[in-house]
């Protein structure tokens, strides 16, 4: 959506995702301040220190959460006195070993691949953002991460881990082991932080609008993005 704007301060403008008022963008002093859209009262955007601050605190977290989960055993399974751990990672090769193999692929990547980028990608936007370094990569960095979180799945996992259980119970002793508390923690805060923390508020921060020279006429080049 393109306007017509050669007399006003174009970087000063934000829309409203929600009703498509334009409206001028005003500094945000206080810790916890928000900015509401004029019209329809929508949140446009947070005091943008202390939403990068708790980015870059919750996602660190989630990342050592998200190492112990994948480094130590979920259980320990007890079959006729001999113990059995079992990680995440051994629990994707026997799904591979047993011959499902776009099954192990579909669990890697939700699990494993999708969740880490997510983390990788939010902690890149932070510590960039704190420098104020590459907008460019920030940007991609954005996009990517608004259509690569779908795909992180850890909280479905746990939820099959929990149903399997039930059934596990009558044929062996089950104990639980550090990765398996790492792993409900991780999902807490993964979910507290795409609660808190909504990838299109980082972009009207960070992008907000982009303005573009064509001779000697400036337009306003508004992007909306989907999520």
Known sequence: MIHNVSNIEL????????CNTLQKRLFLKKDKEVARCIECKEILYRNSKMIFNRTLAFTITALMLFILMNMFPIMNVYIAGVKNPLTIPEMIIRVYQEGFYVVASIIFVVIVIAPLLV??????IAILTKFKKAKESVKILLIFLIKIRHWAMVDIFFISIL?????????????????????????????????????????????????????????????????
């Open 119 to 124: 983390l990788l990608s939010f902690i890149m």
């Open 11 to 18: 970087d000063n403008l934000i829309i409203c995702r929600k």
């Open 163 to 227: 149903v399997a259980l039930v059934k596990l119970f009558g044929y062996a002793q089950i104990e639980f082991d550090i990765a398996f508390i790492a792993l409900l923690l991780f999902i807490l805060v993964d979910i507290f932080t795409l609660k808190s923390i909504k990838p299109v508020e980082l972009w009207n921060i960070l992008i907000g609008s982009i303005v573009v020279k064509i001779g000697n006429q400036k337009l306003l080049v508004v992007h909306i993005v989907r999520v």
